[in-house]
């Protein structure tokens, strides 16, 4: 059986774990003035939003957000009764703070987020766009969800939010940093059924693959039924505790080093390839990637030639059905943008594995 490349973090059950203090998000270069661990992404930006609203009742509920994005980003702006609008983008990514300043003051904004893609810096300019928000007295969140290990790369945003568990295996975990003042009514209880929903998934596929028991079908059953908590999830929740003990215990060398070689090799490897093309064409030393993003005119048949041979490369982002009216160049990524798994649990040998089959399925 070839060994599966991609798809659900598993844990290892038999990993012993220290007790380690969890620390603050300034492990991410998320400095501010308070800071609350929470158990998602998405409850990270509601809790950003409902900050900005006790704080400036009077707040007009209009915000500026990136056109190519996820769904979870969206739908926090959506649930709070947000107008929602979308800077542009160029087809690398890229933006900059005129381009976003010019959508702030079409739409009269008052609350901008933000996020760069897969590691790299996307957003041109940004702590300008912070400062000059701030001068017009609106707001600024960064969403470094995709950035989290490139250390000193964040702006100058009035706050942070992100997600943890894009990284590593946690069973969940986000946070949010606010530049000033202090946070309220932080929550103190965990979401217990969705840490315990997710640690049996992730071990019943580490059992799968690395002790060949049970079948592929009753750990993806798994993961579905710990995706269903996530999703019905109301109110505010902490950090759980598996997920503060895998994150304090992380290699973060291991897992910025193995992601930035992996990524060389693809790099290297699809150089000379017409039909599927990287995204970023260098790997500038402080970069470290989320995953290697390609593009491609048939990303479907590439996609499942890849499952063919155990390698799941997910679309990030498939376009959410709440997104509004985006520019052009956002429109073809959420066609032909493909993402190659390049993470810490993958080696040299696994990226020339997913070289030959990218090579078979161009030929
Ligand atoms: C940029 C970004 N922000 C936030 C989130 C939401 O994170 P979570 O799934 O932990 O709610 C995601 C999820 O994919 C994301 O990509």
Redesign the pocket.
Same mark, same amino acid.
Request: glycine share 16%.
């Given at each position: 059986m070839l060994s599966e490349i991609g798809s659900n973090f598993w844990i290892n059950p038999n990993e012993e774990l220290k007790d380690l203090p969890l620390g603050t998000p300034e492990q991410f270069g998320c400095k501010g003035n308070d800071f609350v661990w929470l158990s $998602? &992404? +998405? =409850?990270a930006?509601s809790f950003a939003i409902k900050t900005i609203e006790e704080r400036n009742p009077q707040l007009k509920k209009s915000a500026v957000l990136p056109p190519f $994005?996820?769904h #979870? *980003?969206i739908e926090p702006f959506l649930n709070a009764d947000y107008e929602v609008y979308h800077y542009p983008i160029n087809e690398k990514l890229e933006t900059s703070a005129d381009l976003i300043l010019q959508c702030v003051k079409d739409h009269d904004a008052a609350v901008v987020l933000f996020?760069r893609y897969f590691g790299f810096n996307t957003v041109k300019g940004s702590d300008s766009l912070c400062r000059e928000l701030r001068e017009q007295n609106k707001f600024s969140i960064e /969403?470094c #969800?995709?950035c989290l290990y490139d250390g000193k790369n964040k702006s100058d945003a009035d706050f942070f *939010? &992100? =997600?943890i +568990?894009?990284w590593q295996g946690t069973p /969940? &975990? &986000?946070f949010a940093v606010c530049r000033e003042g202090e946070f309220q009514d932080k929550p103190k209880q965990p979401d217990t059924p969705l840490e315990q929903a997710k640690i049996k998934a992730s071990y019943a596929k580490y059992k799968y693959l690395f002790d060949h028991e049970g079948e592929k079908p009753a750990f993806l059953q798994l993961y579905r039924e710990a995706e269903d908590i996530?999703i019905a999830q109301d109110g505010f929740r902490s950090i759980s505790p598996t997920s503060q003990k895998m994150q304090s215990n992380l290699d973060v060398c291991f897992l910025q080093n193995r992601r930035r070689e992996n990524f060389q090799i693809l790099l290297l490897g699809l150089a000379d390839f017409q039909d599927v093309r990287p995204m970023f064409d260098r790997l500038n030393a402080d970069i470290v990637p989320l995953y290697f993003p390609i593009l491609t005119k048939d990303r479907a048949a590439l996609q499942a030639h890849l499952v063919q041979h155990a390698i799941y490369a997910p679309v990030?982002?498939p376009k959410a059905e709440c997104l509004g009216e985006v520019c052009k160049e956002a429109e073809y990524l959420y066609q032909h943008l493909l993402c190659i798994p390049i993470d810490q649990r993958y080696d040299k040998d696994d990226m020339n594995r997913v070289l030959e089959t990218i090579n078979q399925f161009c030929k």
């Open positions: $998602t &992404g +998405r =409850s930006i $994005t996820c #979870t *980003v996020h /969403d #969800t995709q *939010v &992100g =997600s +568990r894009k /969940d &975990g &986000g996530l990030v982002w």
